[in-house]
């Protein structure tokens, strides 16, 4: 099983930056795609960025050119800096992690959430 913790949310004025981070923990073969989501108030939960193993992201539209997602692979981490921040970007970001964990003698690809970190753009 994978654990997720994150840190590095809070509260930061428009136009401010911050950073995310994610460290995972936990016994399993290998994690594979590391990322973040995030949920805002009466919203579903949505991709914000993932990162791939060895290469390849993926972003959602509104914050391209203004997140930049990025891993440690040796330490098991990944980062999110958020630049530019707007208010739209508030919302509860969550650690998301797919992960080769053994179950019964087999390997298998299951995917893993953190507990999730609040991010407030205001001012």
């Known amino acids: 099983q994978v654990q997720l913790v994150e840190s590095g949310g809070g509260l930061v004025q428009p136009g401010g930056s911050l950073e995310l981070s994610c460290t995972a923990s936990?016994?399993?073969?290998?994690?594979?795609?590391m990322g973040w989501y995030r949920q805002a108030p009466g919203k579903q939960r949505e991709l914000v960025a993932i990162i791939e193993r060895s290469v390849g992201t993926k972003y959602t539209e509104s914050v391209k050119g203004r997140f930049n997602v990025s891993r440690d692979n040796a330490k098991k981490m990944v980062y999110l800096q958020m630049n530019d921040l707007k208010r739209e970007d508030t919302a509860v970001y969550y650690c998301y992690a797919t992960a080769d964990v053994y179950t019964i003698g087999r390997l298998s690809e299951r995917v893993y959430w953190g507990q999730g970190t609040q991010v407030n753009v205001s001012s």
């Open positions: 936990g016994s399993f073969f290998r994690i594979n795609t």
